[in-house]
């Protein structure tokens, strides 16, 4: 069974372009989370997805935003980039989100903004 | 706000040690605690996970220690490989699946 996939691999942009990261979960999972991963400050959560519509949504700004489609696949767009989001911004797959159910993360998109 | 608290920042151990890895909490309302290990290029992976009705847990080299009343909780690992080394990660979830992650802690296992 595949893994969870998260393209691009690497992502350079400058400050005020957008982004659009794309995650394909394991097969039959329904539940995508996003989270984002900088030195120091550990995994931060950015928001979840079931059956496209957003279930949690952490503390970020409202120039983070995801979707999911109904294939499961998600994106997650980040508008007017500053210095700060550069990070390595993780996707999660799970079966059904349900409480305490295991995260399967993929690779992760390195993104820096210069 | 970090919610959930992890030291050491970094860890040096010989093959064989037992590296400690300590995290604490304050929400009562958690009621799972994973932890996850962390390759260079790579996404963290579940390496164990310990829920607050039971104060130990362990799979194979991996013991989770549980303290409820003082809201902490550690991971050892016994005779620590140098393929042990990578980066890990206490969490924390409570109702819906949001998980609260520690800042991380690097361990590295000398041969």
């Known amino acids: 069974k595949a893994g969870v996939t998260q393209t691009p691999r690497y992502l350079i942009k400058t400050r005020g372009q957008q982004v659009t990261l794309s995650c394909s979960p394991i097969?039959?999972?329904?539940?995508v989370s996003w989270y984002q991963q900088t030195p120091g400050q550990g995994l931060q959560f950015l928001f979840e997805?079931?059956?496209?519509?957003?279930?949690n949504k952490g503390n970020f700004p409202g120039r983070f935003s995801g979707r999911q489609f109904s294939n499961s696949r998600s994106e997650m767009n980040v508008s007017t980039l500053e210095l700060g989001d550069s990070a390595l911004y993780l996707c999660?797959?799970?079966?059904?989100?349900?409480?305490?159910?295991?995260?399967?993360f993929g690779s992760g998109t390195q993104l820096s903004v210069l | 706000q970090q919610q959930v608290k992890q030291s050491p920042q970094s860890l040096i151990v010989q093959k064989g040690g037992i590296p400690i890895i300590n995290c604490a909490y304050e929400?009562?309302?958690?009621?799972?605690f994973p932890w996850y290990q962390q390759f260079p290029g790579k996404g963290p992976a579940l390496l164990i996970a310990?829920?607050?009705?039971?104060s130990e847990k362990k799979e194979g080299r991996f013991t989770i220690s549980f303290n409820k009343s003082a809201k902490q909780f550690s991971l050892h690992i016994m005779d620590s490989q140098p393929g042990d080394s990578a980066t890990y990660f206490c969490?924390?979830?409570?109702?819906?699946?949001?998980?609260?992650f520690g800042t991380g802690t690097s361990l590295t296992v000398i041969p």
């Open positions: 929400n009562t309302a958690f009621d799972y």
């Open positions: 999660a797959s799970s079966s059904t989100g349900g409480l305490n159910e295991k995260l399967f």
């Open positions: 310990i829920r607050p009705d039971v």
């Open positions: 997805y079931f059956s496209e519509t957003q279930r």
């Open positions: 097969s039959g999972h329904r539940s």
């Open positions: 969490a924390a979830s409570g109702t819906g699946n949001q998980f609260y």
